[in-house]
C-alpha cells in the first residue's frame, strides 16, 4: 500500500496542473514514509535479537548512502532533463519495489491485530512502558541534532560564505559519510562491549565533535570546514546510537512491534522537525552561526539525560 501510495502520488506530482495541486500530491507523497516503519517491523519478526542490530545497522548503511546519492542524482537529472524527470525516476524505482516486493515478501507478523481497538490497545501498553520512552527519546533527540545540522548547511553555505548550491550539498557528505562509519561499526562494537558503554562512547563523540567544531570556528571563522568538519563524530555518534536505540523499541513487545515501529518513527521524525524548524527560524532572524551551536549543545544534553535514563545505567548505578 505504502509503494501504491508512491507510485501514484509521484504520477500525481509529475502531471499537476497548478502549484496547489502538485503539493497536495507532495503531501501524500510523504505518508508513504511508513513503508520504512513496516520494513523496520519486519527485520524484528524475521531475525533474532542477536542480529538484529547488525541488520539495522545495514539498513542505516543504505538510508546513509541514498542520502548522498539523492541530491546528487536528482540534480543530475533537473541539470539533463527537467524537474519531472525527478518523478519519473521515482516512479520507476516504487514500481520496481512495488512488483518486488509483491512477488517475494511474504507475511512475517504473527500477531495481526484484528481491530482498532487492539491498535490502542498496543499503544496504550508501549507508552506505559519506562523502556519505549528512553530509547525513543534517546532516538529522537540525537535524530534532532543530525537534523540540526543538515537543516544549517545550505544557509550556511549558501548565505553566510557564498558558496554555490553544489558545494554546499558537498558538506552533506561529512556528516553522511560519519553516520554510514558509525551504522557499520556499530555491529563491532557491541560484540566488543556493552551497549552502556557504547551509548556512552557514542555521546562523548558528538560532545568532542561539537567542542572541536566550536573551538576551530572561534580560531578559524573564515573557513566553513572548521564548522563542520568536526561534525564527522556527530553524523559517527548517531551511527552508533540509531540501530540500538531502534532495536530496544522493537523488541518491547512481540505483539507491538508495528505500533513500536510507528511511534519510534513518529518521535524521530517529529523531534527532527521541531529541531528544523526552530534552528531554520533562529538561523534567518539571527543570521548567526553561533545559534546552530546551542541547538546542538541542548540536544546532546537532552540524548545524555535518556540515556541516564535506560536499564543499562540505572542497573549499573544500583551495583554500585
Request: net charge neutral; with cysteine.
Amino acid at each position: 500500500a505504502c509503494l501504491l501510495i508512491l507510485i501514484i502520488a509521484s504520477i500525481g506530482c509529475a502531471f499537476s496542473p497548478s502549484t496547489e495541486i502538485f503539493f497536495l500530491f507532495r503531501i501524500l507523497q510523504a505518508t508513504a514514509v511508513s513503508g520504512m516503519v513496516i520494513g523496520r517491523a519486519i527485520v524484528i519478526d524475521v531475525f533474532d535479537q542477536k542480529d538484529t542490530v547488525k541488520i539495522l545497522s545495514q539498513i542505516a548503511i543504505v538510508l546513509g548512502i541514498s542520502s548522498i546519492l539523492g541530491p546528487a542524482i536528482g540534480g543530475l537529472l533537473i541539470e539533463i532533463y527537467s524537474w519531472k524527470s525527478i518523478f519519473y525516476f521515482i516512479i520507476g524505482i516504487g514500481m520496481f519495489s512495488f512488483f518486488y516486493n509483491f512477488f517475494s515478501l511474504e507475511e512475517t507478523n504473527k500477531y495481526l491485530v484484528k481491530n482498532l481497538s487492539d491498535q490502542m490497545d498496543n499503544y496504550k501498553k508501549l507508552m506505559s512502558s519506562s523502556r519505549f520512552w528512553a530509547y525513543s527519546f534517546i532516538g529522537g533527540f540525537s535524530s534532532s541534532t543530525f537534523f540540526t545540522i543538515l537543516i544549517s548547511i545550505p544557509y550556511i553555505g549558501e548565505i553566510i560564505y557564498g558558496l554555490s548550491s553544489f558545494q554546499s550539498s558537498l558538506l552533506l557528505v561529512i556528516i553522511t559519510s560519519g553516520f554510514i562509519l558509525g551504522s557499520l561499526s556499530s555491529p563491532i562494537l557491541l560484540n566488543l562491549f556493552s551497549e552502556r558503554k557504547v551509548l556512552y562512547f557514542s555521546i562523548l563523540s558528538s560532545i568532542a565533535g561539537a567542542l572541536i567544531s566550536l573551538l576551530f570556528y572561534i580560531i578559524f571563522p573564515q573557513y566553513i570546514l572548521s564548522i563542520f568538519g568536526p561534525f564527522f563524530l556527530i553524523g559517527l555518534s548517531n551511527g552508533f546510537i540509531s540501530p540500538i536505540a531502534l532495536s530496544k523499541v522493537l523488541s518491547i513487545r512481540d505483539d507491538s512491534r508495528g505500533a513500536a515501529s510507528g511511534l519510534n518513527g513518529a518521535f524521530i521524525i517529529g523531534f527532527g522537525a521541531l529541531y528544523s524548524a526552530i534552528g531554520g527560524y533562529f538561523l534567518g532572524y539571527i543570521e548567526r552561526v553561533e545559534i546552530i551551536y546551542f541547538m546542538i549543545f541542548s540536544s546532546l544534553i537532552l540524548t545524555y539525560i535518556s540515556i541516564l535514563h535506560t536499564d543499562e545505567f540505572k542497573h549499573s548505578y544500583l551495583k554500585k
